[in-house]
C-alpha cells in the first residue's frame, strides 16, 4: 500500500514535468535552445546566458536557468576565406544586429538547461549538431539533432512530509532520488533576413519516470514547438516584427504566445506579448559595449493565473564574436606577394 503511494506521488511528479517542457518568452532571441537546427542562422559565433523567474511571488515557484554556445563550424580545414564574419563594430557603443545569411553552412551547438519547480529539478545538457542548404538566393532551410544527458530529481532538504520519517518515502525515494537518462531533441528551420520558421520537437524518447526501483506509467511526453516570425520595415530606422510560438504535448492543452517587437536601427527593441489564459508581458532588448546584448522581460497575469500572484521575470545575456583579424600577418602576406620595390642607385656625378 505504502508502494502504491510512493508510485501516485511520482506520477504527479511525473504530469507535472512530462506535461510542460522548457516555456521562455524571448525564444526568438535564441532559437537555439529549442531548436538544433537554429544555430548558425548568422555568419557569428554566440554566447547566451540566462535566468527565467516564475510566479515570482510563490514559493517553489519555477526557474529556468539556461546557457547555450552556437555557431558555424567547418568539419573538413580549408585554405578559404574566414569561417565566421569579422565584425565591424570595435569601438562603437552600441552596434547593429548581423544580419541573416544565405550559403551552405554546418552547424554546431551545446545547451544547458536547468529547470527547478517546489523540490523537483531537472536538468539537460545536449550537443546540437545542423546543416543549413540554400533553397534559392533569398530563402535557406537547415535541420539539426540534439542528443544528450538529463536528470530528474528530488531535493529531500525541500521535502515536508506529512508524517515524519515516512518510511514508504525514505525506502522507495528518498535513498535513490535520482533518475539519469539519454535524450534528444530534433528541429527543421526556414528563414532569411526577414523570415523565421521553426519546428522542433523535444524529449523524443519519450522515457519513463523511474526513482530508486519504482518505475511508473508516467512518462517525459515529447514536445511539439512552433515558431514564427516576420520584420517588416518601417522607414529607414524602425522595424515591426510579429511573433507566433505554439507548444503542444499529449494530454494537455495547446499553448500559445502572440507577441510585437518594435526595432531601431537593429540596435534595440521593445515588445508587447500574451500567453493564452496566462499573462501579458512587456520587454526590451539592446546591443551595447561592442559585441555584448541584453534583453528581459516582465509578465503579469491574466485569468486564472492572476489571483495566485503572476509575475514573471526573464533575462537574458548574450555575446557575439566573429573573425578576428591579423593585421600584422596579412601585412606579411602582402609584400611576399607583392614585394616593395628597390630603391633605384642614383648615378654618381
Known sequence: MKKLIVISFVSVVGFTFGQQDIQFTQTASSPFLINPAA???MNVAEVV?????QYAGIDGRPMTTFAGIQSMVRFKK???KALLDELSSIGKTFYSTPQRTIAYKQVAGLTFINDVIGPFTRTSVKGNIGVHIPLSQKLSAGIGLGVGWSNFGIDNSKVTLGTANDKAYI???GLASA???LDAQA????YNDRLLISLSGSQLFNNKIRLSDVTTSSTFQPHLFFLGSYRFDLGQNYGLEPIVQFRSVKNAPASYDVAMR???????????SYRRQSSVGVGFGINVLSHFNVSYSFEFGTGVTEKFGNTSHEIRLGFIFGHKRNLNKEFKQDEKVNPTPAEETMPQE
Open 39 to 41: 544555430g548558425g542562422l
Open 49 to 53: 546566458v540566462g535566468n527565467r523567474l
Open 187 to 190: 528541429g527543421l528551420v526556414v
Open 78 to 80: 580549408r585554405k578559404s
Open 262 to 272: 518594435l526595432h531601431y536601427m537593429r540596435m534595440g527593441w521593445v515588445s508587447l
Open 179 to 181: 533518475q539519469n537518462y
Open 171 to 173: 525506502n522507495y525515494i
